[in-house]
Nanobody, 116 residues
């Protein structure tokens, strides 16, 4: 059974930092592209950052220079370091693992709230 479990969300003041982690189980983690997405109330889910199996990263323009995605294949984890947080970063953050169309998995999310 595939499981993606996010942790690290919480309440933080604007300008602060949080570190999200996603622990994967039930997949051959090293061959999966991993990503973080977020969904704010009343908005569509959007890409935050991705990291390929080979370590190539991609970021949404809104988080470039503030967020860093990384992965540890030995521990089957992907992390998102979020610095200089803004109120507009408030959202539910979801971990994603994708290998193919039929092997595309999501976590249940972790809530990040940034107060002004």
């Amino acid at each position: 059974q595939v499981q993606l479990v996010e942790s690290g969300g919480g309440l933080v003041q604007a300008g602060g930092s949080l570190r999200l982690s996603c622990a994967a189980a039930g997949i051959r983690f090293s061959i999966y592209d991993m990503g973080w997405y977020r969904q704010a109330p009343g908005k569509q889910r959007e890409l935050v950052a991705t990291i390929t199996s080979g370590g190539r990263t991609n970021y949404a323009d809104s988080v470039k220079g503030r967020f860093t995605i990384s992965r540890d294949n030995a521990k089957s984890t992907v992390t998102l370091q979020m610095n200089s947080l803004k109120p507009e970063d408030t959202a539910e953050y979801y971990c994603n693992a994708v290998f193919s169309v039929s092997r595309n998995y999501w976590g249940k999310g972790t809530l990040v709230t940034v107060s002004s």
